[in-house]
């Protein structure tokens, strides 16, 4: 059962460097989201997907881009990182929409920009 | 806007001790509340839900009641084992956009188990 599946585990980026965090799932579900986990913070929504070719934002998205192109890949796209962006990022998925909040959540990708 | 406060930590207590973690909300509207667990090196995944006023979601000896009136989810469990050692998440989920619904989180809590 891979479930929700990121990569990489860990990335250390210089500040002004790009990169994509992956995030795959295998259980056709419509809704997926992007979180960042700081310490003291909580989780904190980056970007969501309903579906294939619908993103919106959430709570903290400047800085970060996403796309849906299929309902398996949701990828999250830093273009410039900065230092405030170091994080532990978290993948999550749902079937319906959300499905009244219960999410599938991925082991998370630890990001550090220098 | 929506919001969640749980009770800060660390808390540290020994097996087969009795515990409860506070979580109190502010919503606009009918939220279903959730507590997330977080295990070491791991993703959050869910522990227990409550939908409406009144229910009490129960898992792994874990449970917690949704309690309207004094807009609180407090997590009780009734002896805790080294096991449980974690990060505890309360969350409320609303509706948003696009028919969707999203998750607010607490700061987490923080409980270890020693023997």
């Known amino acids: 059962n891979a479930g929700v599946t990121q990569t990489p585990k860990f990335q250390v980026l210089k500040t002004g460097q790009s990169m994509t965090l992956q995030c795959a799932q295998d259980?056709?579900?419509?809704?997926m989201s992007w979180y960042r986990q700081d310490p003291g913070m909580g989780l904190r929504l980056i970007h969501y997907?309903?579906?294939?070719?619908?993103?919106d934002q959430g709570e903290v998205p400047n800085g970060y881009n996403v796309s849906r192109s299929t309902t398996e890949d949701f990828p999250l796209r830093l273009l410039s990182a900065a230092p405030s962006q170091t994080s532990v990022y978290f993948c999550?998925?749902?079937?319906?929409?959300?499905?009244?909040?219960?999410?599938?959540f991925g082991e998370g990708s630890r990001l550090t920009v220098l | 806007g929506n919001s969640v406060t749980q009770m800060e930590g660390p808390v540290t207590l020994s097996e087969e001790a009795f515990l409860t973690i506070n979580c109190t909300y502010t919503?606009?509207?009918?939220?279903?509340l959730f507590w997330y667990v977080q295990y070491p090196g791991e993703g959050l995944q869910l522990l227990l839900k409550a939908t409406k006023a009144d229910d009490k979601g129960s898992n792994k000896g874990f449970e917690a009641t949704y309690r309207k009136e004094t807009t609180s989810f407090h997590l009780e469990k009734g002896s805790v084992q080294v096991s449980d050692s974690a990060v505890y998440f309360c969350?409320?989920?609303?509706?948003?956009?696009?028919?969707?619904?999203?998750?607010?989180f607490g700061k987490g809590t923080k409980l270890s188990v020693i023997p």
């Open positions: 919503a606009t509207g009918y939220p279903s």
């Open positions: 259980m056709n579900h419509e809704y």
């Open positions: 999550a998925s749902s079937p319906d929409r959300g499905s009244g909040g219960e999410l599938f």
């Open positions: 997907s309903v579906g294939a070719g619908i993103t």
């Open positions: 969350a409320l989920s609303d509706r948003a956009g696009a028919g969707s619904y999203q998750l607010t």
